[in-house]
């Protein structure tokens, strides 16, 4: 996908193609880490308690594969960095 940015993005459409956990850790790398990520509403995280103390990203990847919606949306992958969320500053910063 190809924005007005002229940077090669791609989109992760979790519910088009369900996530394995060695894609949902590249995500967490690339975005910086399981806070990033994490849809603190989901009702696993929040009886986990992840929203203020998050797992470690292999525990978050098993749990996030079998249950994409704990990963909040869009994602959106762009070389070595994903942008988790809508963060209109960080797409700004696309490409600075």
């Known amino acids: 996908m190809r924005k007005q940015t002229g940077l090669e993005l791609d989109e992760v ?8 956990e060695a894609t949902v850790k590249s995500i967490v790398a690339k975005a910086g880490g399981v806070a990033a990520v994490i849809n603190a509403r989901h009702a696993t995280a929040k009886e986990r308690g992840w929203g203020t103390s998050p797992p470690d990203a292999a525990t ?14 869009p994602i959106v992958i762009a070389g ?4 988790v969320g809508f963060n209109k500053t960080a797409y700004a910063k696309l490409g600075k």
């Open 60 to 73: 978050f990847a098993k749990a996030a594969a079998a249950e994409p919606n704990l990963l909040r949306r």
């Open 80 to 83: 070595k960095q994903a942008i």
């Open 13 to 20: 459409n979790y519910a088009k193609e369900p996530l394995d």
